[in-house]
């Protein structure tokens, strides 16, 4: 009994403060190991003014394919949609998660109901399992995935799975799968600034930089 | 290696403009051991490496769209034509050299060191199929420029002596004779007292002052001279005063395409020093893509500072005196399709000016399904067109194109790089086409109101 209990305390307490450390100083390392290299300036002629503008501009636009390439990639990245939708619903959505980063940060907002919350983790889930049967079937997604990949993959999946479980207290006993499921989220976090997952991060920067290279040139992008 | 030129003789009877076919490839050049070549790719490689290149490479999601807007990977279905897959192991190396986790990915041995086999076998996939169109780097949700990763991969090919035979040939050849292609300043002279003769117009060579310096790419000298008829026409209906130098008039970079930074900055410093040396306001590029981005947008780069002059292209130029009235044209009765060059259009900026030139010609344009930003490469550019035993991928990938320009149902087939036209020419040959790829240069030439005429 009180090891169970210890089990939630540890993932309440110490994974989680280690997990946010590790998440806030990993990310810090990667993005300054990578802007802080050099820049040289670009000593061409600009065709437009301000083209950081034109970086901010790319950072939306870039978010839904152009009508050109929609009818090869649109179905996945509908799937892909589903799945990023269903995931932010569920983590900024779900009260005792808003209590959670209310505790962290301070900020909080008001909580979905449960019926919302449920479908959305249940989309994400069943979309994440249809995009990694994707991948492993895909000749193109089999070549380039690496155990980044797959293990980001398992990381993500983990806690919504124990997530929804402890939620309808399937499979266990509610502090043992809370237990799990933070722990797992914990570790998600943790892993997330060394692998492919650190995209939520650098989505801003990599399509800020091209949006501004292509718009100094009065280049579409 | 020395004697490029007696050994591996250019090819010039040819649709397309290259060395002729070699019996025996020389794709490794230099005598050294897999130390040292590795070593020379990597510090290549990471010469320009700065942290926009660092940010894409810590991107990529794995998602795969980029596979499926390239034209190697959409005709072929083979996985390894994908985009970022190209540059897997200079990815490799990043990760384990520069990347902000390097120390620990060598140290638990995360990341084994790239080969110098691996590279040989990569060599296809950097050289022979990606043309940097840029066409992956409108999709990938990341935003991530392959294109330009591909440039710096090359970087490091060359410095390690690992570029396909025949563009290693060629820019031998331009470095030796300031022309890839045989058109060196005695030919280049020699043409234009020809056309000046056959044409009757006058084309100023060498002269010390002008306002304009003109530029020319040598597969036009050397294939479409009548290129730089229309030049002098329309510089004399501008009433510019401008001259060609024979210290600085190629256009074209194949070290760029080579990836030999050295030979890329040497071509450039050639046209900008004979820019300042007549005290040009304005230096004109050709119908020439890559030269575009050489000069227009490295070229500063390269140099060091700002350049004291601007620099058009020519379709840019063209579109200027038709707004200043400076340019009348007599309407074409026609249609017409654009074939957008890569590096003009898509990575150049130049979107507008080739269309505003057509409608001013009064055709009726009918633009391809996929156009402008998104247009299909002709399968040409890159250097690739110079690389025989790309031949058969070439014409694979030639085939979107064809099937769009049947599409429009256009009477003509319009472009304004003249390595696409020598693409397009090849292809035709190849397939038996009916189309021919005209230069929007020459048809402006061509429909000029006469002098008198107030049409
Ligand atoms: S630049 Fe063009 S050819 Fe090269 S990988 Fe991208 S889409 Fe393919
Ligand atoms: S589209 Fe971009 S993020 Fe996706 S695999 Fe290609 S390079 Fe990577």
Redesign the interface.
Known sequence: MSAETNLLDFARGPALEAALIILVFGIF??L?????????R????P?VRHAWLGGVK?IFT?MW??R??RP??LHW?AV?YIFHIGLAVVILGLVPHILLIRDITGLSWPGLPDGVITFAAGAALISLLALLAHRVT?????????F??YFSWLLVFTPLLTGLMAYYHLGGRYEDLLGLHMLSAELLLAWLP?S?L??TV??L???????A??SR????? | MTGAETEFPPELDQPRLSVKKPEQRYDKQGEMDDAERLDRAMRGFVHDFGSTAALYMESCVHCGQCAEVCQYYVQTGDPKYTPIWKLEPFKQAYKREIGPFAPFFRLFKLKRRVTVQELEEWQELIYDSCTQCGRCTMVCPMGIDIASLVGLARHGMAAAGLVPHELWATVQRAQREGSPLGATPAVLKDRIAWLEDEHGVEIPLDRSQADVLMTISSIEIMKYPQSIVALARIMGRMGESWTFRSDGYEATNFSMFAGDRQGQREASLKLIEAAIAVGAKTLILPECGHAYQALRWQGANLYGRSLPFQVLQITEYLAEGIRQGRLGLQPLQSSATFHDPCQIVRRGGVNEAPREVLRALGVELREMDEHGAYNWCCGGGGGVVTIHRADPLRYKTYQIKMRQVEDTGAEMLVSSCSNCRQTFDDGQAHFHWDKTAQSLLELVADHLVTEQGNS
């Open positions: 390392w990667r300054v190991g990578v802007l802080a290299l050099p820049r040289t670009d000593l061409s002629e065709r790319t870039r394919p152009r050109e390439f090869r990639i990245e892909s895909h000749p193109v997604l089999r070549q380039i995935s690496n980044d990949d060394f492919k650190a995209h650098f989505f920067f990599s399509r800020g930089v091209t949006g290279v292509y040139r009065g280049a579409r992008i």
